[in-house]
């Protein structure tokens, strides 16, 4: 009982972000628009890798599909790629100091824009990689400490650990 | 993926597992609808009469062109009837609001707040009060994505009103305006002239105004003219939009208009229909 009311405020964190993801903002602002959902994922994934885990990466990825009405999978496959890619190499940062993890961040979100930017790319589905497409994983870099701290608050507070 | 890539099997899922996003939508659009009511909260009553008065004004101005061209339609179906002329095309249209832009900024599209559950069906033109907007894409059961003309894979066949010369205006990955693709040197085109809808390829129906030509440039060791034209709607800026479903109806009997409003394109053999209020 405890453990689904647990999934089900992560996955309500997720819509958040999902809604984060989608508030119209003016031009200039939609450019650094930080990736909110694959942060979410990213953090809930070192918070708790008991209850969220490739599957549960997979699942937020077919969300941001249909969110973005792109083909079903493109999202999802960067979205495991990115935590395969944290849950086994990336453990070591929750240790670091807040720039190292930042650091880690841009990495693994820049890994999830260039999966989806590169299947879009191959399926013609999707569009081209500009400059500006760099700006996001640092935008979500630079937001990565605030967002770690309350959802692990909030990890705790469910007993999610 | 590739499932989805090369066959449909997976249309009908996707519009049933939408469903369960379908509320982050709503939700997205709350602040903007926020920000509107806000706007009305604050602002004076004088500005909103005199928007009122202003409103008024241009209802009646417009009503009164709508008379002219009542009387200019008759003469023009009379017209074409006596030439035998082309095949009757007339237009229903629904309004639909705005529910967002796709958060991509490489990506030119907005998102209706009409789906497969109200009728609608991609390929279907949007219009907006002062042009084309661009076309719907892809449906889910509550909401549809609208891709924008200026989108860098958007094309839409046009011509030049004054001349005639028809061509294709595609969108440019800047994405703020639109270019004509091959325009041979010699073709007569000039700045400030007037892109409409040609109606070829039967997806956006005839007459609409798209954009006005803003410079058109002859460049050393090109094949043909670069003309970028700026597109006339307020693209994404709008908050209720037109939906154009084509009946492919012979006019020549009075119909009598449903719920949607009647919109009679320019070119087709339409006897004046009776102008309803408007949307």
């Not at chain 1, 993801?21 to 809930?44: D, E, G, N, T």
């Not at chain 2, 939009?241 to 339409?270: A, F, I, M």
């Amino acid at each position: 009982m405890k453990q689904g009311a647990g999934q089900g405020f992560i996955w309500i964190t997720l819509m958040l972000a999902a809604v984060l993801a989608f508030v119209p903002l003016p031009a200039f602002a939609a450019l650094v628009r930080p990736a909110w959902v694959p942060l979410f994922v990213l953090c809930w994934v070192l918070i708790s890798p008991g209850h969220c885990g490739l599957v549960f990466a997979w699942l937020a990825g077919l969300m941001m599909d249909l969110l973005h009405g792109s083909l079903l999978g493109q999202h999802a496959l960067a979205m495991s790629c990115m935590a395969l890619a944290v849950s086994t190499q990336g453990r070591f940062m929750m240790l670091a100091c807040w720039w190292q993890q930042s650091c880690v961040v841009v990495l693994s979100i820049g890994l999830y824009e260039l999966v989806v930017l590169g299947v879009g790319a191959v399926t013609g589905q999707s569009g081209l990689l500009v400059g500006t497409t760099l700006l996001a994983p640092v935008s979500s870099a630079l937001l990565w400490p605030m967002v770690r701290f309350f959802l692990s608050r909030l990890g705790a507070v469910l007993a999610l650990r | 993926m590739a499932l989805d890539y090369s066959t449909g099997y997976l249309s009908a899922p996707r519009r049933m597992l939408s469903l369960a996003v379908t509320p982050v939508f709503w939700m997205a659009d709350v602040p903007g609808r926020l920000l509107d009511s806000l706007r009305y909260l604050y602002e004076d009553r004088h500005q909103l009469a005199a928007e009122n008065e202003s409103l008024s004004r241009q209802v009646l101005l417009l009503g009164q062109a709508l008379q002219k061209k009542e009387f200019i339609e008759k003469q023009n179906s009379n017209l074409k009837a006596l030439l035998n002329g082309s095949v009757p095309l007339k237009d229903t249209v629904t309004v639909v609001e705005q529910l967002g832009i796709a958060p991509e900024p490489s990506v030119r599209q907005i998102l209706l707040d009409r789906g497969t559950h109200d009728g609608v069906v991609a390929g279907q033109a949007v219009l907006d009060a002062t042009g084309v907007v661009g076309q719907v894409v892809s449906v889910d059961m509550l909401v549809s994505r609208a891709m924008l003309i200026t989108d860098a894979k958007s094309r839409i066949p046009v011509q030049v009103n004054r001349s005639g010369y028809a061509a294709i205006a595609a969108g440019t990955a800047k994405g703020k305006l639109l270019e004509l693709l091959h325009v041979p040197f010699t073709e007569d085109i000039r700045e400030g002239d007037l892109l409409v809808t040609s109606g070829m390829g039967q997806l956006f129906p005839r007459g609409y105004p798209v954009a006005d030509v803003t410079r058109v440039e002859r460049k050393k060791n090109h094949h043909f003219l670069t003309v970028h034209a700026r597109p006339r709607a307020r693209l994404a800026n709008n908050r209720l939009l037109v939906l154009l479903s084509r009946g492919r109806k012979n006019t020549k009997k009075q119909e009598p208009s449903s719920v949607t409003n009647d919109l009679v394109n320019n070119t087709g053999v339409v006897p004046a229909s009776r102008q309803g209020d408007g949307p």
